[in-house]
């Protein structure tokens, strides 16, 4: 038992002291076009495909249309621990906020009436509605960052993140001023980043960082390197 023990303690001291020799960066971005605004913004574009129930169907069938009325920034805070020159490894926090306007149309079977011709077709109630949906997304991600040529007042390196997105919508219906809020299900989301850069001094650096995914096509920000390699 104690060989055990004392086995957790110098892994526990070993990875204290590797912590203690690398380089800790905490940093602040700003993404633009995220994954999530990419993929509203395109469903708004489309025409409504949606099949209207025939002559003879019944039941409900609600129709909706979102429109996106708000700008497509994503904020990020980010932690990263260096692990030798070349490699890092951190965690992302990111939240993104959508508004959009949407028009519902819903269409309700209320009976049957029976056509000259003796056909018989279905009777629609018709009811319309419109209001907004106040979408705020919170996205969790572990990173691996990988860096292709480090200097002390430059460098160029790859980022890739993966982890869980939530969401949390309002909805408020113009007509009735009701309000529903509701928390989505979790979904997988990530982040990828080929081409990404760093710049400044050994305590503050800007970044900038091209690729896609959860933090936006292009995100600009600053870092702060509270502990270096010596």
Known sequence: MKRYLLGIVFVIVGALNVLAQSEHKMSFGVGILSHPYNRQFLFSLMEDLSDYPDDNDHGTYKFQDKIV???PLTTSLHYECSVGKHFAFGLCF??????MEHHTEVWTSVGDEISDNGETHTIWDRTYESGSIYS???NIMPEVT???????????YSQISAGLRFNVEKETI???HAETTSLTEHHFTCQVSPVCAEFGGPVW???????YGAQGIYQLGVKHIFQGIN
């Not at 650096?205 to 690729?211: S, V």
Request: glycine share 6%; charged share 20%; proline share 0%.
């Open 146 to 156: 990988i860096y292709w040529f480090k200097k002390r007042h430059v460098a160029l």
């Open 174 to 176: 113009y007509c009735t």
């Open 136 to 138: 705020h997304i919170f």
């Open 69 to 71: 009325h708000s700008f």
């Open 94 to 99: 990111a939240y993104d906020y959508m508004r």
């Open 205 to 211: 650096r800007g970044f900038a960082e091209f690729g």
